[in-house]
Protein backbone atom coordinates (compact mmCIF):
# COMPACT_ATOMS: atom_id res chain seq x y z
CA UNK A 1 0.00 0.00 0.00
CA UNK A 2 2.83 2.18 0.61
CA UNK A 3 4.15 1.91 -2.55
CA UNK A 4 1.19 2.22 -4.57
CA UNK A 5 0.62 5.30 -2.91
CA UNK A 6 4.14 6.53 -3.20
CA UNK A 7 3.90 5.68 -6.97
CA UNK A 8 0.46 7.62 -7.30
CA UNK A 9 2.03 10.55 -5.52
CA UNK A 10 4.89 11.40 -7.76
CA UNK A 11 3.15 10.32 -10.76
CA UNK A 12 3.68 14.20 -12.29
CA UNK A 13 0.11 14.84 -13.00
CA UNK A 14 -0.43 18.26 -11.57
CA UNK A 15 -3.59 20.60 -12.69
CA UNK A 16 -1.95 23.62 -14.88
CA UNK A 17 -3.15 27.13 -14.25
CA UNK A 18 -4.68 29.60 -17.15
CA UNK A 19 -1.03 31.64 -16.37
CA UNK A 20 1.07 28.73 -16.55
CA UNK A 21 -0.11 28.00 -20.12
CA UNK A 22 1.35 30.32 -21.56
CA UNK A 23 4.80 28.72 -21.33
CA UNK A 24 3.59 25.36 -22.15
CA UNK A 25 2.52 26.82 -25.52
CA UNK A 26 6.09 27.83 -26.65
CA UNK A 27 7.68 26.83 -29.78
CA UNK A 28 10.56 25.06 -27.17
CA UNK A 29 7.95 22.37 -25.53
CA UNK A 30 6.56 21.41 -29.03
CA UNK A 31 6.57 17.33 -29.22
CA UNK A 32 7.68 18.24 -33.03
CA UNK A 33 9.93 21.06 -34.30
CA UNK A 34 8.26 21.24 -38.02
CA UNK A 35 4.65 19.63 -37.21
CA UNK A 36 4.00 20.37 -41.08
CA UNK A 37 7.35 18.73 -42.45
CA UNK A 38 6.58 15.82 -40.58
CA UNK A 39 3.16 15.62 -41.69
CA UNK A 40 4.08 15.78 -45.51
CA UNK A 41 6.76 13.05 -45.16
CA UNK A 42 4.39 10.90 -43.38
CA UNK A 43 2.11 11.27 -46.62
CA UNK A 44 5.16 10.58 -48.96
CA UNK A 45 5.69 7.63 -46.99
CA UNK A 46 2.18 6.45 -46.94
CA UNK A 47 2.19 7.11 -50.84
CA UNK A 48 5.28 5.33 -51.59
CA UNK A 49 4.47 2.30 -49.38
CA UNK A 50 0.84 2.35 -51.09
CA UNK A 51 -0.59 1.70 -47.76
CA UNK A 52 -2.77 3.74 -45.34
CA UNK A 53 -0.63 6.18 -43.25
CA UNK A 54 -0.77 6.07 -39.68
CA UNK A 55 -3.72 9.32 -39.71
CA UNK A 56 -6.42 7.81 -41.99
CA UNK A 57 -8.15 4.83 -42.60
CA UNK A 58 -8.22 5.49 -46.31
CA UNK A 59 -5.87 3.38 -48.78
CA UNK A 60 -2.94 5.17 -50.71
CA UNK A 61 -2.49 3.92 -54.09
CA UNK A 62 0.86 4.09 -54.35
CA UNK A 63 0.86 7.17 -56.75
CA UNK A 64 0.37 9.81 -53.89
CA UNK A 65 -3.26 9.73 -54.96
CA UNK A 66 -5.90 9.69 -52.24
Known amino acids: ?3 LAVCSG ?3 CAP ?3 WERGILAKPQMAISAN ?3 D ?3 GHIYGSREAGAGSNTA ?3 GGC ?3
Open 1 to 3: MIG
Open 39 to 41: EMR
Open 58 to 60: KGG
Open 10 to 12: ASG
Open 16 to 18: IQP
Open 35 to 37: PMS
Open 64 to 66: GCY
